[in-house]
């Protein structure tokens, strides 16, 4: 007798465990790890949905306390083992269910029928099939003669154009089967999600930096070596063909390559290269597929007829067999943390699905996470650069800084300073392409004076404060709160407000002041239907608008080479975020939508519009300047203790009762001071005392308070954050918190979100 260990689709802490069943000889061999399953559940055995966890041939049950798998689901997807362990691990380490684990893990998230495709063949020799035709009579055997004729010419034919082109009937065909002269076949045919027209792409001569970034990956794997690289690069500097040459050697050596990419927008442009370098081998995924579309790239990767996934998050848990790299291609983007449990990030997962499979990680950036620049420093990630532009003749653009205080002062209220007004003007002229980003990245309601551009910030946090209902300004870090002032502190003016522009409001400036220009809008109201995104793209990429306006989507990994001037048109939205990384993403935005112009033989140019034009963020970004950057924001995250140099867990308590969460949200953070306290009375515990100095520090508290968006959909949100340099004190607590707080989610309608950092 054979068991399996299941966790049943039934969400509810007390059900987030493993329950055994027999598995009975029918289904011996169909049962395997990672199958989803219909097992009889609870008092009234009603038949609910399960997944296989494990498999044994022992149990601590007698056989007749225990009940047997009903059915194998059909046509599912089953997980690779290892898969189930890193659900597990996900489970452990960012603090979830182990259902929702394993739904993030799971393939396809629903049975989906495969498309049928049947054809029509000749049953006997062709000799044979003329001779019968033969004896037909032209007339009454009309239809039958026209089927054999196009059978002998064509070999076989789709069934669809049997019935519909030759306007031969099923009677018909039916009469020739039962005859033994043709048969009907029936394959199951694969949804192709790529389709890009075009002929083969010839490899890329590798100029010295790119060939030795690749040479250090391929050679380190020669040598059984499985590292964690940075691929920094400037932009333009050809990261995508150093990808390309590992993938190329992963393929050599019978293996498999996932590449991530944060964007759906830069999907197609990305595939379009990979497709017309490695053919069939590739596939992609993303969320705006059909279910059937991802449910049959699942089963080509499980049946190895692809070699290469694109996409998302998501494509992470592609169940490739012989994986040998992950490629995580603009690794700073902040998509590639998940927002429902468990809140995983990409990067950390990708690294753990990579030690459990003896694969390579490539993480690639322009503008690296200051994480990822952090443990290059320590050495837990081996760097490599490119410090120069794959093309030979393209250079850096040149970057003007615009300050909107002076423009005010000018009399110019127009979101197109006079200057970019100047430069736009002259590349309609010359018949080349603008980009124009607004900066809408992390846009929370934060106010600013328009006059001195100083924004309200906590004086606590050094955060900016969000403007709520009613006037009140809070400080989501701390609680601080106050009223919105009539004047600003700074310079008494009276030009202070919430700041906030949006797309179509540019676009409308933009037609007004350049009438005879082609306008292109990519936003999410444009990107809304399928294939909204390859479509502005392709038509942009094809010369068929002068400016395209967007948010970020626009601004990483595209490659337009008659994009010459490049305006940012509020730099500021980003960098007065209430968030402690606020700079580093304005510095990431700035540099890489700099990076859009001049990336072939025509020089570009890039217009900053700012308040803040002396911060070193915009400075730095004008400058492309990462080592400066670095440089000055690492010593702000050491002093205000915020990672990379400590770890940092945010909770997130909701309900649809304020008084609820805010009563889970104090019972949280007092549990949380006890453990501190028993820190600082008998020191560390014992797990982390061999860790002397750092983890000695007892963990730091902050909170609870509203969250950022303090109520959605009448669900009400608090938040507490906990710091420690040492991730695996953050872990600790977490568990303790489960164990101690799991009965608020049945009992008081209470959620408690983990969200830890890289």
Known sequence: MRYAGVVVDI?????????????????QGQVTVGAQVKVPFGKGDRLVTAFVIEITEKSTYSDDELKEIREVSP???AVESHLIELAWWMKEEYGSSMLQALKTVLPVKKTVAPVR??????????EEARHFAAGLHPGRNAAQLRLLEALLADGYLPYETVTGRLHVGVSTIRSLGDKGVIRVEEETSYRNPVQIKGGEAGTVQLNDEQRRAAETVCGDDRRGVHGIYLLYGVTGSGKTEVYMELIDYMLRTHRQVIVLIPEIALTYQTVMRFYRRFGDKVSILHSRMSEGERYDQFVRAKKGEIQIMVGPRSALFTPFTHLGLIIIDEEQE??????LSPRYHAVGVAQKRASMTGASVVLGSATPSLDSFYRCQDGRYKLLKLSRRAVKEARLPSVEIVDLKEELVKGNKSIISLRLGELLDQRLKKGEQSILFLNRRGFSGFVSCRSCGEALKCPHCDVSLTLHRGGRLVC????????????????????????GIGTQKVEAMVAEQFPNARILRMDADTTARKGGHEAI?????????????????????????RVTLVGVLAADLSLHSPSYDAAERTFQLLTQAAGRAGRDVLPGQVVIQTYSPEHYSIRMAAAQDYDGFYAEELPYRQMLHYPPVYAMMTLLISSRDEQAAERAARACGNLVERYIDRWKTDGAPLSFRENTGAAAREPELIGPCDAPVSRINDIYRKTLYIRHVDRRVL?????????LTGWREEKAGVSVQYDISR
């Open 11 to 27: 969400s509810g802490g007390k059900l987030d465990r493993v329950f055994t069943y027999r598995i009975p000889e029918h289904l």
């Open 75 to 77: 046509r599912g997807v």
């Open 117 to 126: 495709r049947r054809r029509i063949c000749l049953q006997v020799p062709e």
């Open 334 to 339: 902040a998509s590639y943390k998940s927002e």
């Open 476 to 499: 989501h870090y701390c609680g601080y709160e106050t009223k919105l002032p009539r004047t600003c502190p700074s310079c008494g003016s009276r030009y202070i407000a919430g700041f």
């Open 537 to 561: 793209l392709s038509a942009f990429a094809d010369g068929k608008a002068d400016i395209l306006i967007g948010t970020q989507m626009i601004v990483k990994g595209h490659d337009f080479p």
């Open 731 to 739: 872990v600790t607590i977490k568990d303790g918190l489960e164990s």
